[in-house]
């Protein structure tokens, strides 16, 4: 059965204090593997879509990587608006769906 | 631009009622998804509409229904409601069918009683 595990459930962070969120998955035919921001009550944000092993993708204090059964998403030097819920989601097989994980639950402190 | 809309924002039901959720999707977006999201959990995958047609069923019970309007629009009917169906349910849109980075609504926030 097609998983996608998120680690940790949450996560507390000093102001500047960077840290990687982890994303595995076990999944037949992997097609992408994408990262969202989710603020509480508002639908996911669109971060980044990773392809294959070795490809890395960022955006301001962000970089996503991808390995052939995880990916991380580092953050670097965060502030206080970097706190949200980071899903991860995987596309796989023939079908068009998403498969999300949990997320993880990011709170920076000034 | 506007982004996918979802109506209504917020909503309660009484168990055994029915319910209809309703989205419009970016300007232009053929294709509508809808997914189930429980406080907690990450977002569940319930269908995916492409041109009126239904390309994709999730593991949902027979009550959860949709279809897509010629305007590309889309509903998501839920019957015989239970307090199991209260969660958060988002509608995504995409030009084609498979594409990056599907852009989703705020949700409609359901509660059943």
């Known amino acids: 059965e097609d998983q996608v595990t998120q680690s940790p459930e949450a996560l507390r962070l000093q102001e500047g204090e960077s840290s990687s969120l982890n994303c595995s998955y076990t999944?037949?035919?992997?097609?992408?593997l994408f990262w969202y921001r989710q603020d509480p009550g508002k639908g996911p944000e669109f971060l980044f879509t990773?392809?294959?092993a070795g490809e890395e993708k960022e955006k301001e204090r962000l970089k996503a990587t991808l390995t052939k059964k995880e990916s991380f998403l580092h953050i670097t030097a965060p502030k206080p608006e970097d706190s949200a819920t980071y899903l991860c989601?995987?596309?796989?097989?023939?079908?068009?769906?998403?498969?999300f994980g949990t997320g993880t639950s990011l709170t920076v402190i000034p | 631009d506007a982004g996918v809309t979802q109506s209504p924002t917020h909503l309660i039901k009484t168990r055994g009622q029915q319910v209809t959720l309703r989205c419009s999707p970016i300007?232009?977006?053929?294709?509508v998804s809808w997914y189930q999201q429980v406080l907690g959990q990450g977002p569940q995958f319930i269908f995916q509409?492409?041109?009126?047609?239904?390309?994709g069923r999730g593991n949902f019970p027979d009550r959860f229904s949709a279809r897509q309007f010629p305007n590309y629009s889309s509903e998501l009917n839920v019957n015989a409601l239970l307090l199991g169906d209260s969660a958060l349910y988002l509608c995504?849109?995409?030009?084609?069918?498979?594409?990056?980075?599907?852009?989703f609504g705020s949700g409609t926030r359901l509660t059943v009683v």
């Open positions: 995504a849109s995409s030009l084609v069918v498979q594409q990056d980075g599907y852009t």
């Open positions: 999944v037949s035919g992997l097609r992408g």
């Open positions: 990773l392809y294959s």
């Open positions: 989601a995987v596309q796989a097989g023939t079908g068009n769906q998403f498969y």
């Open positions: 300007s232009g977006h053929k294709s």
């Open positions: 509409y492409y041109e009126k047609e239904e390309r």
